[in-house]
């Protein structure tokens, strides 16, 4: 599906509604914006979070402290 959406003044860039929907976005929702071959990709923050969740070891500080 290909529609035209327009960049503002302040470079703001707002979706065409049926592909915001499609997209499953939410207002709000942080999105991870990366370059491909000259295409601009928008990658929900969660969908990183759930790819590389676990593959990098977390700091002992950041850890909570439990009596267990």
């Given at each position: 599906m290909t529609q035209i959406a327009t960049i503002t003044s302040k470079?703001?860039?707002t979706l065409p509604a049926e592909l915001f929907r499609k997209a499953g976005f939410r207002i709000g929702q942080k999105l991870v914006v990366s370059e491909e071959n000259?295409?601009?990709?928008?990658?929900?923050?969660?969908?990183?979070?759930?790819?590389?969740?676990?593959?990098?070891?977390?700091?002992?500080?950041?850890?909570?402290?439990?009596?267990?």
């Open positions: 470079k703001q860039l000259g295409r601009l990709i928008l990658t929900p923050a969660e969908k990183l979070v759930e790819e590389f969740g676990g593959s990098v070891s977390m700091p002992k500080r950041w850890m909570l402290k439990t009596n267990i």
